[in-house]
Structure formats: C-alpha cells, structure tokens
C-alpha cells in the first residue's frame, strides 16, 4: 500500500534550519507523480507550502520563497524540505503529499505529519 513517512521535525530556535523527510513506498514516487509540503499551524488553515514535479520543477508559497527549499531523490523514494531563516509563524504540523495523474485517474496520499516548533 502507499504510504508517506515524515520525519525531520523538532524545535528550532528563530533563525535556525531543519530539514524535513518524506520517504514514499507502495510504488507512488514515481514520474507521474508531484510531490508537495503542506502545514498547518495552531488554530490554521492548512496551506501549500511547497511543490516539486516528476521532472524537477519547484514552486513555493510567498511566505517561504528564498527560505525553503524543496527537492527530491528518486533513487530513494524521498522528497526533502530544506528549512531556514526560520521565523515562529513556520511554527506548525508539516504533512508531504503526493498527487498522481495518469491515464484519466487522479490520486493523492498524505502523510502523517510531522511538528515543526520554532520557539526561543
């Protein structure tokens, strides 16, 4: 079955870095699939952070344009969130995504989510 793994999360202070993890399994990484980090904060809305296509392509929401980056290793199944300058509005529950679309079918698979605290 598919499944996503975060893991990475822990607590930073402002300022510091964290690098997220995503390993997929079930067969879902693959070159129909994008890969994407959401979060969700104390008392949010869970927003689009970040995204990747099969063929490299990134986007990222305003909010963490030139702090995070995201990337992915097909080799390993994994899709990577690289976080810095980290601020307390970072501060929130981290989920990966994965949205597949082939052949008239769309498929998406969460992860559990990982937290992210960014306290002094």
């Known amino acids: 079955q598919v499944q996503l793994v975060e893991s990475g999360g822990g607590l930073v202070q402002p300022g510091g870095s964290l690098r997220l993890s995503c390993a997929a399994s079930g067969g879902i990484f693959g070159i129909y699939t994008t890969m994407a980090w959401y979060r969700q904060g104390p008392g949010k809305e869970r927003e689009w952070v970040a995204h990747?296509?099969?063929?490299?392509?990134?986007n990222y929401a305003d909010s963490v344009k030139g702090r995070f980056t995201i990337s992915r290793d097909n080799a390993k199944n994994t899709v990577y969130l690289q976080m810095n300058s980290l601020k307390s509005d970072d501060t929130a529950v981290y989920y990966c995504?994965?949205?597949?679309?082939?052949?008239?079918?769309?498929?998406?698979?969460w992860g559990q989510g990982t937290q992210v605290t960014v306290s002094s």
């Open positions: 990747i296509t099969p063929a490299g392509s990134t």
């Open positions: 995504n994965a949205a597949r679309a082939r052949s008239g079918q769309f498929d998406a698979y």
